[in-house]
């Protein structure tokens, strides 16, 4: 009896001021409540500036077409709504994200050691694994849209990289729907994830920086995901 809409964009925050009045404008042309509608960043570090930070100036132009872009997704969404059953699905993905902070050996705390510091005694915290995930399929089983809950920060692309890029999470939506299908909406929402990046200091057989490491990592999860789908069908949610 009532609608619920969740975006997801590539950016690296979304504001608070920036989300309410987002929340009211889409109200206004959607007829969804504010309340309803929950605009989410996937924490990419190559996104556009959407806010001012690290001595870099917002990009105003951007956001004009960022906050119109959202408002149209949802019209649309709102538009091409069709009846479908829910289902959600849990689980465990190791060995992509890991705490970047590490006791060392004289008692201090560092962030993001080098590999194989001799130094390091233990993680801080702990590594983050846990994926969950819902999807939606039609009345015939065919996919009609998957949302993926992870926790890792987007900084895979290289530090002096000046493209503008969706890391992995971007990877992750190409992955499922290259497999279910290209019609499929595939969503990433970024979990709790304050200390959590995809180096692991205590493996130096690879290199966890770049393009190459964006796919790698994204169709990981991905093809979790999917694995996920299958294994989960029978807990339904509700329609």
Not at 11 to 24: D, Q, S, Y
Request: net charge negative; charged share 20%; with cysteine.
């Amino acid at each position: 009896e009532s609608s619920v809409v969740f975006v997801s964009s590539d950016v690296l925050t979304i504001p608070n001021e920036m989300a309410r009045k987002i929340g009211e404008e889409a109200e206004a042309a959607s007829g969804i409540p504010a309340d309803n509608i929950v605009v989410c960043a996937t924490h990419t570090h190559s996104g556009p500036n959407t806010v001012d930070i690290f001595g870099m100036e917002a990009d105003k132009s951007y956001i004009t077409r960022y906050k119109d872009g959202i408002i149209e997704a949802i019209q649309d969404a709102k538009a091409n709504c069709v009846e479908g059953t829910l289902f959600i699905a849990n689980g465990q993905l190791e060995g992509y994200a890991f705490n970047r902070r590490f006791i060392m050996s004289d008692g201090t705390i560092e962030t993001h050691p080098l590999k194989n510091d001799p130094h390091i005694v233990k993680p801080e915290g702990p590594d983050s694994k846990n994926i969950f995930l819902w999807y939606s399929s039609n009345s015939e089983g065919k996919p009609l849209g998957v949302a993926v809950n992870y926790g890792c920060h987007a900084t895979v692309m290289k530090r002096d990289n000046d493209m503008i890029s969706s890391d992995y999470p971007g990877k992750v939506t190409e992955y499922i729907t290259k497999k279910l299908g290209s019609d499929v909406v595939a969503l990433f929402l970024q979990s709790a994830s304050g200390n959590i990046c995809q180096v692991n200091p205590l493996n130096s057989s690879q290199n966890e920086v770049g393009v190459e490491w964006t796919r790698i990592m994204g169709e990981a999860i991905g093809q979790r995901a999917v694995e996920l789908i299958e294994e989960s069908k029978t807990l339904s949610g509700g329609k």
